[in-house]
């Protein structure tokens, strides 16, 4: 099988990012190529057309190379519900809870020929398949249950990539120990290295480059330039998310005379965050995370986000006075939007016997309806209209909201008032209908603001995916990349002993 694994010194030094832009470089040179990643732990998510979930960032990869998400890229997904377990997902579909020890107990180890099936079946449908490793391929505790560095490496044959984050600071060290502390196997597959976010003259770096080189006998394939837009810095690395550009944007006079404040409460275990990139990328629209009730004094909308734990989010915004600063914005008829778990917060009642196990709770009492917790999980792409607009979004979640009459329906949800609230991830992705929102919300709030008329987010999306193949091919040795991707591992890499000079 022709392909890459991209592996990476630590968590988020870019890996996410690289495999995008190795996508999208490919696909502009006409090759066929598709993502994977064996097992990703994420709490943002997506829904394939045939109704499974993967990770959003293996989603946005796809994107990249201009092809269909699906579960094969992504196999397994964990989804954390606590700092000791997460919900594990295979094939797109969740088969249970369980802890980490359960899981690099035993079960982790028994998915690595569900995995490789994956990636062989990619490889026979694509010509390259550009794999995306997880955190560090030198966690050397968890070796012996790795499926997603390595292990997968070994199986597939796969010639391998570091990369590291310069902006952090030892990234030569880094490199080295990464190297040192795999086995001569893994050695073997260890092809090179790219430096992710410098700042400066590459010439200053080239010395270092080569003492690398010197000491490893692998050189550097690519020094990638510090690129603000990216949000490359942003948690579950690439994640296309466009607040990063947007921030960088904010100082541009909006499309009417006033901005429109946001504030998104920063809940415990936020899910699907990227909901509000869409309203971020609009001129004028300034969106910040926010943990403290003075934060919402001069909001226009306040967002309750998605979340793997409501009830636990829910406890968390009465511990922060958050709960009655949302009330009493609700009953001064100012703006309050929840998706998913956001909107389950909003409900009279929650009964939750299956992801807290707390049982009947009061929700904020904003909306009419009440939630349930089913032990299956609903996953849809559904479409609809609001405000004469189309709609598209996808849901994924475990509560059933009764809707008891006396609100206004709102894309499955409901409405009262200036409260809206719906089950529908990334609603706010069309253009059309988050016009329409945005001009309401402004009406309601005061604001003489006017949402831009031509703002694409999906040109925008585009944009940005495009960037990140520009990376690839101004700033790495594509020659030798794909000589690695066509080719394999060259034979006769050295073994760098642990604790040499």
């Known amino acids: 099988m022709k392909g890459l694994l991209i592996a990476g010194t630590t968590s988020d030094a870019g890996k996410s990012v690289l495999t995008a832009g190795i996508c999208r470089y490919l696909v502009r040179q006409g090759v066929r190529v598709a993502p994977f990643k064996g097992q990703n732990m994420s709490l943002n998510s997506f829904v394939t057309k045939e109704g499974a979930e993967i990770g959003r960032a293996q989603a946005m990869q796809a994107r990249a190379a201009r092809v269909e998400p699906t ?4 196999p397994v ?8 377990s997460s919900q594990v997902i295979v094939l797109g579909t969740a088969v249970g809870e369980l802890s980490a020890r359960g899981y690099h107990g035993g079960r982790q180890a028994e998915l ?7 990636l062989e079946e990619l490889g026979a449908a694509y010509d390259a398949v550009i794999c995306e490793g997880a955190g560090s391929p030198t966690e050397i505790n968890l070796r012996r249950t790795d499926i997603v560095n390595m292990a997968l490496a070994r199986r597939a044959h796969l010639p391998t990539l570091v990369v590291g984050d310069i902006d952090r600071g030892g990234v030569f060290a880094s490199f080295f120990g990464t190297t040192a502390l795999l086995s001569p196997a893994d050695q073997a597959l260890i092809c090179g290295y790219v430096v992710n976010k410098f700042r400066g003259d590459p010439a200053l770096l080239q010395p270092g480059l080569d003492m690398l080189r010197g000491l490893t006998g692998r050189p550097t394939l690519g020094v990638l330039p ?3 837009g990216l949000g490359i810095d942003e948690e579950d690395g690439l994640r296309v998310s466009l607040r ?10 909006p499309h009417g005379q006033d901005l429109l404040r946001v504030a998104v409460a920063a809940v415990p275990l936020m899910s699907n965050f990227t909901d509000v990139d869409a309203l971020a990328a609009e001129p004028g629209v300034v ?10 004094a001069d909001a226009d909308l306040v967002v309750l986000p998605g979340t793997r734990g409501t009830v636990r989010a829910l406890e968390w915004l009465h511990a922060r006075g958050l709960a009655d600063a949302i009330r009493r914005r609700a009953a001064e008829g100012r703006p309050v939007l929840g998706v998913c778990g956001g909107f389950q917060m909003l409900a009279e009642r929650i009964d939750d016997d299956v992801e807290s196990r707390a049982g009947t709770v009061p929700g904020l009492g904003l909306l009419p309806v009440r939630v349930r917790f089913a032990a299956g999980k609903t996953l849809a792409r559904p479409v609809g209209s609001a405000y004469g607009e189309p709609v598209a979004g996808y849901e994924i979640h475990h509560g059933v909201a009764e809707l008891l009459g006396g609100g206004e329906e709102f894309l499955d949800g409901c409405r009262v008032g200036a409260v809206w609230g719906t ?4 609603s706010l992705e069309s253009d ?3 016009r329409a929102f945005l001009r309401e919300v402004a009406a309601v709030a005061g604001r003489r603001f006017v949402p831009a008329p031509d703002t694409s987010f999906e040109a925008l999306r585009e944009a940005q995916l495009d960037l990140l193949g520009d990376l690839v091919e101004e700033h790495m040795d594509t020659a030798a990349l794909l000589r690695l991707i066509e080719d394999g591992a060259p034979a006769g890499l050295p073994f760098i002993a642990p604790g040499a000079p």
């Open 71 to 74: 579960a094969l890229m992504n």
């Open 77 to 84: 997904l964990l989804k954390p519900g606590s700092d000791r």
């Open 112 to 118: 690595l020929d569900t995995v490789v099936g994956c």
């Open 226 to 228: 510090y690129t603000h």
């Open 244 to 253: 990063g550009a947007v921030r960088a944007s904010v100082v541009a006079a």
């Open 287 to 296: 969106v910040r995370f926010v943990d403290r009730p003075q934060e919402l």
């Open 423 to 426: 089950h529908w991830h990334g």
């Open 432 to 434: 059309a209908f988050r």
